[in-house]
Each structure stands twice: as C-alpha cells, then as structure tokens.
C-alpha cells in the first residue's frame, strides 16, 4: 500500500515533528503513555500464543467441515473486524459452503428475530465473543441462538458446536465457559476491542471464512517491522496520522472514501477505531463515511458544494476482487457502445479520478489517498496494522489516551437504570 498526499497541503514540513514523533515512539515501545497497558496488539503479530492459533485454524476447519452456517454473536470491536476482513476479502454474496451472520451487534427485535426465523432449518456453529463477557446485546442474542441450537441438536451436541472468544479469566461468558466446557479462545488482557481483530477475536471466524490468516498475520508482521520507527519521512503511519492532525485544525470530519460496497464494513471498523479511541476530552476528528460511485448520488452534493467541514480520506484498491466487461449491441439504444469491452474496473477508476478532481478542484476538499494495489489476506493485515499504528501516533499526538472509551459507558448505566438492572 501506498500513502499518496498529492491533494493535501502540508502546513508544516514533517521534519518539524521529528522530536515530538521520537518521543512518542518511545512512549509506545515502553509503555509509558496513557493507556500503555493496552498496547499489546503493538508487536502481536510476532508475540501472538502460535499453539491457539493453530487451535483456531482446527476450530475453523470443524466448523467448515460440520455445519452451513456460522453465527457469529458479539458487538463493538467484538464484531466489526472479523465482518470488515470477510466482506472485503469474499464479497457481499460469495458462494462458499459456509455462511457467515452477525448477530448480537444490536437490540433489535425484528433483525434478531429474523435471523433466528433464518437458523431454524439450518445447521449452524455459534462463535460467542465477548471480551467483558457482560456486553447486554451479545448476551442477550446468545442466550436466544444457544437455545434454539440446543433445541434443535441437543445440550450435548450444541455444545461442540459453541466456541467463546472472551478474557482467559474474568466475566460471566468465562464463567459459562467453564461451567459448559465450550471450546475457548483468548482475547488478552492488554488488548482492547477495537485494537482486537487479529486476535481470536476476528481470527475465528476469518478462517472459518475460509480466508488464509497464516498471511493476514505475516501482513500485519511485515507491517509492524516497516512502521516501528521514528522516521518523519519515510514511516507512512506516523505520516497519516501527522496529516490528519494537521487537517483537524481546520476541519471537524474525516470522511473514509471506498469504491467497492463490500469494503464498506472495512469503513466502519475505521469509524470505530479513529472514533473510540480520539474522539474525547472534547477532541478529536468526527469519522464518516461513504460508498462510492453509490454515494455519489446523495452524499457527494454535499462534499463538492456544502458546508467546509471535512476531508476525505480514499481507500482505492486498483485490483478488483472480480471484474467483467460492458457488452457491445448492435443497435447501441442505451448508448453504451463507446464503453464496449471496457472493464467495469476502468469505469470504477475513471469515476474515481473525475471525482478527485472534481472534490480536490472545485470543491477545495483535500483527499490523503491510500493506493492499494490488490485486497488480499496479506494486504489486509498490512493496512489494519498500518491504521492501528497510527491512531496511536494521532491520539498521543492529540493528547488524549487512545486506548481507552470511557464515554460509552453513560448510556450503558442510564439504560441498566431504565431496565431496571441491580445495583443501577
Ligand atoms: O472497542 C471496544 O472496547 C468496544 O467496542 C468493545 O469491543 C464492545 O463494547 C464490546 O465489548 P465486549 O467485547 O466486552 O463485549
């Protein structure tokens, strides 16, 4: 991947940050910042337990080899990383002979009901993941799978086919574990949710995708050697996330920018991650996002004309998952023969590079472009490392802790209050 800052002007050289980069690697390497407990997703990819990953690609295979569908129960960075690398690395409706649902990421009655209705002629395995093991959405919509999966199969089948990802010690989703004796995996204490996808907590349930997490994890490694450094001009994580801090002195918004639907999940894990972990202490970058060539016909007026609140930042991968051609006819009604033979991919990148200049142009929006030649298992894990990285460089930059979330805890006690759950 490729970090293109072409459509952006720099206000400061690099060069200026130097000193202040240094110290924050520094902070990073030692643990030493705020939030330094909750840094080990930093040199993972080399340090990650090699016996549970191997525990992980059996479990994985089990699963392929046994039922059709794997429900997958948990919310927050509990869900959106594994649903981010699936979507993107498999496309919106792959044909594989495993299906992959999320349950548990909302209260929902009709999409919870729904999905329940779905499973009933199904056989299907239960990934549960909760690292509290107390989240009220995943416990809730585990209760409700796990009795129809016992109701359909029995308690003693249904319990092979339960695996729980949650903290190796804590929580009631522990305490059930060891009470059931389901399969377990381990999200470690000093990795957070958002920071959590290639832990078991996406790992699971990416390999049951069938997608190749040996490379997802060398991407990652291969990543984390290239960006643990101080160097202001050749590191792109410290790059971004100097950018970023840059814009947000003049801009309230960062807009994700993709041009494949099935990345759009890759944008809402990002929202996630630069969400939670800068948007505090009355900071931080508001992250949205948007799908194109799709958004183009809604959102876009807004971007080339509204108010001058945001920048964007693009995702664009030059190699397609799948691609076809325009066909020719003969009579030409539709007027499309000019684009006969032409690959879906080359009207993608034109409309790509025509709303570049148009929202660079006219529109005076910078863009930090991210060129990605190709999405695979390798790719992936390079650019979640690449974006972990630098949310840590940003947030410390910012002065906040990028670690932690403490804002979302006031509507959890207002609506345990209004439940009326003890102790609230
Ligand atoms: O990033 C985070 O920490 C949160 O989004 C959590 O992942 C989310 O709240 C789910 O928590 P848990 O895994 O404890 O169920």
Avoid: C
Avoid at 37 to 45: A, F, I, K
Avoid at 316 to 327: G, H, R
């Amino acid at each position: 991947m490729k970090l293109n800052l072409e459509k952006v002007k720099l206000t400061k050289p690099f060069s200026e940050y130097q000193e202040k980069i240094h110290r924050i690697t520094d902070l990073i390497a030692t643990k030493k910042g705020p939030g330094g407990d909750y840094l080990g997703w930093d040199r993972w990819p080399e340090t990650y337990d090699k016996e549970e990953f191997q525990r992980i690609i059996d479990a994985a295979s089990w699963i392929r080899q046994n039922v059709d569908v794997l429900v997958v129960v948990g919310i927050g960075g509990s869900y959106l990383g594994a649903r981010a690398v699936i979507e993107a690395l498999k496309g919106l409706y792959a044909q594989d002979s495993l299906e992959i649902i999320f349950l548990g990421q909302t209260f929902s009655p009709t999409y919870t009901q729904q999905v329940l209705n779905y499973l009933s002629n199904k056989r299907f395995a239960i990934n549960v993941i909760s690292k509290s093991g107390t989240t009220t959405e995943t416990s809730i919509a585990f209760r409700l799978v796990k009795n129809l999966l016992e109701k359909q199969v029995g308690k003693t089948h249904a319990k092979q086919a339960i695996f729980a990802t949650t903290d190796k010690e804590k929580g009631a989703l522990r305490d059930l574990v060891n009470k059931e004796g389901y399969t377990s995996f381990v999200l470690p204490d000093d990795i957070g949710g958002r920071y959590s996808v290639l832990t078991a907590v996406g790992l699971l349930p990416i390999a049951a995708a069938g997608i190749d997490i040996a490379a997802l994890m060398q991407g990652a490694k291969d990543a984390m050697n290239a960006l643990t450094n101080f160097d202001v001009e050749s590191n792109i994580a410290i790059q971004y996330a100097i950018v970023r801090h840059q814009l947000y002195q003049e801009k309230a918004v960062e807009m994700f920018v993709t041009y494949e639907p099935h990345m759009a999940m890759i944008s809402e894990w990002l929202k996630q991650l630069f969400a939670e972990s800068e948007g505090k202490e009355s900071k931080g970058l508001l992250p949205g996002s948007v799908s194109f060539s799709t958004d183009l016909h809604s959102v876009g007026q807004f971007i080339q004309e509204g108010s001058p609140v945001l920048f964007e930042t693009t995702l664009f991968v030059k190699k397609p998952l799948l691609d076809l051609n325009v066909p020719l006819e003969t009579d030409d009604a539709d007027g499309l023969n000019y684009l006969a033979g032409r690959p879906l991919s080359f009207v993608n990148e034109k409309a790509f590079l025509g709303t570049l200049q148009a929202h660079t142009g006219e529109g005076g929006v910078p863009v930090v472009q991210l060129e990605i030649d190709e999405l695979n298992a390798y790719e992936l894990g390079y650019l979640l490392y690449f974006f972990m990285k630098s949310v840590a460089y940003s947030g410390y930059l910012l002065g906040i802790n990028p670690f932690n979330q403490p804002g979302v805890e006031v509507y959890k006690r207002n609506m345990f209050k209004l439940l009326g759950k003890k102790g609230y």
